[in-house]
């Protein structure tokens, strides 16, 4: 079940549009296009060498800090303003249309950056590491692998390039990483394949997701944000929060710090295993039925 990895890529990130199924946390503009800063290093990642892992976390972290300075926040919600899950959210979002408007100017700003960071060399670490002695920690990439293991649905790319995610989008304290990685791991299964999809069916597809957003579960659906809401629901339950900050209390300084504080926070390994063990749930309900 492993495919051409783009394609699997942005399938999977289909689930993150405005901050995570839509619950506004981190921008997908934010969450996408560090896992395209992810697939562009993959080959420096491929290695295994923590210091390249520290270095794609700092200049991921660089551009969470361009967008924030550029358009005042990472989080979807307080970047537009909008609730979509209220009706007068969504209806908010699309009129008199400034909202839309701004969301585009946002894509074409994102757009330019990663255009040109995709041709720069990786920083030298903030904090170098000394070579590996004990596991490694990754929020997102150990729910993925977890994923796979238990359902056999995966993309080595998309857990490799995940490494972008921790610490809530490159040590930023946005969305946390585990929940992320659930949601990917689910729209592996159940996102839109953009690539091959004609653009009337992703109207549609958007239409869908966000009425579903509105609607109470009364029975389920195979429809990627009715499944992911409840997702979301049930890990923030859990969790508390939905952004890495909030969950741990702090902002991590380095890799260093995220390792040290991974390798002693048994909550947030906890967290990790329920987030995979929630999408593995929603996968083997739906993985054997069509849409």
């Not at 005042?72 to 408007?101: M, W």
């Not at 659930?182 to 690539?195: S, T, Y």
Request: net charge positive; charged share 20%.
């Amino acid at each position: 079940m492993i495919g051409a990895p783009q394609n699997r890529m942005l399938k999977a990130a289909t689930g993150l549009e405005g901050g995570c199924v839509a619950s506004g946390a981190t921008c997908g503009l934010v969450t996408g296009g560090s896992l395209g800063l992810g697939l562009v290093h993959a080959e420096a990642l491929e290695s295994g060498d923590r210091n390249s892992e520290a270095a794609l976390l700092d200049r991921v972290g660089e551009y969470v800090k361009w967008f924030e300075t550029a358009f005042g926040s990472q989080f979807c919600r307080e970047c537009t303003g909008i609730d979509f899950y209220t009706l007068s959210g969504q209806a908010r979002y699309l009129i008199p249309g400034d909202k839309v408007a701004g969301c585009l100017a946002r894509v074409r700003g994102a757009a330019r950056y990663l255009s040109e960071a995709r041709d720069w060399e990786l920083p030298v670490p903030g904090s170098f590491e000394e070579p590996a002695t004990g596991p490694a920690y990754h929020c997102a990439g150990d729910v993925l692998k977890t994923i796979r293991q238990n359902t056999g649905l995966g993309d080595p790319y998309l857990e490799q390039a995940s490494v972008v995610l921790d610490g809530g989008v490159g040590l930023s304290g946005g969305l946390c990483g585990a929940l992320a990685g659930a949601v990917m791991g689910i729209n592996l299964l159940l996102g839109l394949n953009v690539r091959n999809t004609p653009y009337s069916g992703i109207v549609r597809a958007f239409l869908t997701g966000h009425i579903n957003l509105l609607l109470e579960e009364t029975s389920p659906k195979r429809e990627p944000f009715a499944v992911g809401k409840e997702v979301v629901a049930r890990f923030k339950q859990a969790a508390g929060s939905t952004t890495c900050a909030a969950v741990t209390g702090k902002r991590f300084a380095s890799r260093k710090d995220f390792q040290a504080h991974m390798a002693a926070s048994s909550r947030c390994r906890m967290l990790i295993r329920h987030a995979a063990g929630l999408a593995t749930d929603e996968i083997e309900k739906w993985k054997g039925s069509g849409k």
